[in-house]
């Protein structure tokens, strides 16, 4: 794991994985066993499970970017108002990952018993 990588190429190159993972299972024949798509949504449960603390990451630097009054809106909206919606937003959106992360969990662990037919 390289970590001198820029945060936001690192987070694009996540983002274009997703991408390409979707473009390449749009083909039904991508998986060839059941196996194979528990390992894979597996890796995705994974990637849920993490994705909270890079949003909570994220917003700790954008908050100490406000703190060091750093924060201007190009849009003469007040910055502490933008911050608040900004907060709220990522709060029901780290909320939200925690029940997909659930769901996901739930599925997993279901596949983890299936196996193709020999």
């Given at each position: 794991?390289?970590?001198?990588r820029?945060?936001?190429?690192?987070?694009q190159?996540?983002a274009?994985?997703?991408?390409?993972?979707?473009?390449?299972t749009?083909?039904?024949q991508?998986?060839?066993q059941?196996?194979?798509?528990y390992r894979?949504?597996?890796?995705?449960?994974?990637l849920?499970?993490?994705?909270p603390?890079?949003i909570?990451?994220?917003?700790?630097?954008?908050?100490e970017?406000?703190?060091?009054?750093a924060i201007?809106m190009?849009?003469?909206?007040?910055?502490?108002?933008?911050?608040?919606?900004?907060?709220?937003h990522?709060?029901?959106?780290?909320?939200?990952?925690?029940?997909?992360?659930?769901?996901?969990?739930?599925?997993?662990q279901?596949?983890?018993?299936?196996g193709?037919?020999?």
């Amino acid at each position: 794991m390289n970590l001198d990588r820029d945060p936001i190429a690192i987070a694009q190159a996540a983002a274009n994985e997703i991408r390409a993972f979707n473009q390449r299972t749009i083909d039904t024949q991508a998986f060839e066993q059941p196996a194979d798509v528990y390992r894979a949504t597996d890796a995705l449960l994974e990637l849920v499970q993490h994705m909270p603390k890079a949003i909570e990451q994220a917003w700790k630097r954008l908050r100490e970017m406000e703190q060091d009054d750093a924060i201007r809106m190009d849009n003469s909206a007040d910055v502490h108002d933008a911050m608040e919606k900004v907060r709220m937003h990522l709060n029901e959106a780290r909320r939200d990952l925690g029940y997909s992360w659930g769901h996901l969990n739930n599925a997993v662990q279901t596949m983890s018993h299936m196996g193709g037919q020999w």
